[in-house]
């Protein structure tokens, strides 16, 4: 009898247990900018929001990156190999329900689709996306969207060969990336800060105004762009020109975690109250810290000049729809 009844509430709790997940699942986040590198040379831990750009000296050896370890609470450990680093953020996808635009060289962007299809959107660029100079030829970017299953062209590093978007040498493309309607990211503002003078002597400050940007929208039209970095820290530029052009979106990659906090949310603030708060898309800019992810969602979770509704749209429906997710193929 008494066995019957443990059996009876046995069997009653498992149906309760099966009826009631454990943790109820994480609203969906899209990071629109995530690079496959993993073990950089010279890379270390990194404590976010919290940059070392300091004052060097040309007669002693500088940081190369000016993200030096320093105290913190959250400091960020990087992944020793590219593998290593693979596997660890695919772990922190899905254990954050995240989706990401991915990009690289092909081959490399192909390893991290086949370790996870449905949480990969593969984007690659003619560029290395760090402005290694050497350009794809347009026939073989053409392959890699309309056979090769690529959906983004990114990162396009053009700034640090010191090269306008606008110039025409790369305009053919551009041109292609109209043809085939595939979205374009395009790195504008922060990157390299503090280090054009020691380890990228091309890149220019100048060619990350978001303006420079105007002649290629107008000679493409229907081209669908996104600012990386959102063109930090011009706001005006950026704001000019969010205005002036309605198919211009921009993320928050990078600009997220390498700047004082007070900072980072003073200049998202200042685009969504401006009025541009369903073109903002949330991105990492993740290089080599898989736990980066979880520290930059927290930026925009924890904004309080965000409403649920604008924190949910940051995180994921403006690049649901900027990205056309519904007609994205996931397979
Ligand atoms: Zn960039």
């Not at 990401?100 to 991290?112: E, L, P, R």
């Not at 229907?222 to 959102?230: G, N, S, T, Y």
Request: proline share 7%; aromatic share 8%; with cysteine.
């Amino acid at each position: 009898m008494r066995c019957t009844t443990l059996s009876t509430l046995l069997m009653a709790a498992a149906a309760i247990a099966a009826a009631q997940p454990s943790e109820p699942a994480r609203p969906p986040v899209i990071d629109v900018h995530v690079h496959t590198f993993g073990g950089i040379p010279g890379v270390g831990p990194m404590c976010p929001f919290n940059p070392q750009f300091l004052a060097a000296d040309p007669s002693i050896k500088a940081d190369q990156i000016g993200w030096a370890k320093q105290d913190c609470t959250d400091l960020l450990e990087p992944s020793k190999t590219p593998e290593e680093y693979m596997k660890a953020v695919l772990a922190e996808y899905e254990r954050l329900n995240v989706t990401a635009v991915v990009m690289g060289d092909q081959k490399s962007v192909q390893k991290w689709k086949d370790a996870a299809p449905g949480r990969i959107i593969p984007g690659t660029s003619f560029d290395t996306g760090i402005g290694g100079g050497k350009y794809l030829p347009v026939e073989e970017l053409r392959t890699a969207f309309t056979k090769g299953g690529f959906k983004v062209m990114g990162e396009v590093g053009l700034q640090y060969q010191g090269l306008s978007p606008s110039d025409p040498s790369v305009d053919a493309y551009f041109a292609l990336a109209e043809e085939l309607d595939i979205p374009v990211g395009i790195h504008m503002g922060t990157g390299g800060s503090g280090r054009a003078n020691i380890t990228m002597p091309k890149f220019r400050g100048s060619m990350g105004n978001p303006l420079l940007l105007e002649d290629l929208l107008a000679r493409h039209p229907k081209l669908r762009v996104w600012i990386m970095h959102a063109g930090y820290p011009m706001i005006d530029q950026l704001l000019t020109l969010l205005q002036a052009n309605a198919y211009l979106y921009v993320d928050v990659a990078g600009l997220i975690w390498s700047y004082p906090l007070k900072e980072v949310h003073n200049y998202i603030q200042r685009i969504v109250e401006a009025g541009f708060e369903d073109r903002v898309m949330f991105g990492t800019d993740q290089l080599v810290w898989p736990k980066l992810m979880a520290a930059s969602i927290s930026v925009i979770e924890g904004a309080t000049y965000l409403s649920p509704q604008q924190k949910r749209d940051i995180l994921y429906n403006n690049a649901a729809r900027f990205l056309r997710l519904d007609k994205v193929d996931k397979k």
